[in-house]
């Protein structure tokens, strides 16, 4: 059974870092593109990140652009968003996210259809 666990999240100050992982279980990761997506309080989801399942390439949200960095361990079934120079607008749950193999690293929520349970990320001083 195809399965994402997020981990990570917390209480950080603006202008500080976090690395949330996101650890695949009952598949492999090597044909898959994962995505990170995000939901504040009363805002609907919205894409952050993705990684292309093939050359590792990446997608950024224009909000998170030089602050974050998606990467992927294929050896350990696991995809990495390092967040720096966190602010307070970046405070929502944090999803991982994959679809159909092969599928292409986008950022619409609804190309994905296999999501993790979530991590909240705090940032407040």
């Known amino acids: 059974q195809l399965q994402l666990v997020e981990s990570g999240g917390g209480l950080v100050q603006p202008g500080g870092s976090l690395r949330l992982s996101c650890a695949a279980s009952?598949?492999?990761?090597?044909?898959?593109?994962i995505g990170w997506f995000r939901q504040a309080p009363g805002k609907e989801r919205e894409g952050v990140s993705c990684?292309?399942?093939?050359?590792?390439?990446?997608n950024y949200a224009d909000s998170v652009q030089g602050r974050f960095t998606i990467s992927r361990d294929n050896a350990k079934n696991t995809v990495y968003l390092q967040m720096n120079s966190l602010k307070s607008g970046d405070k929502a749950i944090y999803y991982c996210a994959t679809g159909l193999p092969f599928s292409p690293c986008v950022l619409s929520p609804d190309r994905y259809d296999s999501w993790g349970q979530g991590t909240q990320v705090t940032v407040s001083s």
């Open positions: 990684v292309r399942y093939s050359d590792s390439s990446t």
């Open positions: 009952g598949f492999t990761l090597d044909y898959y593109a």
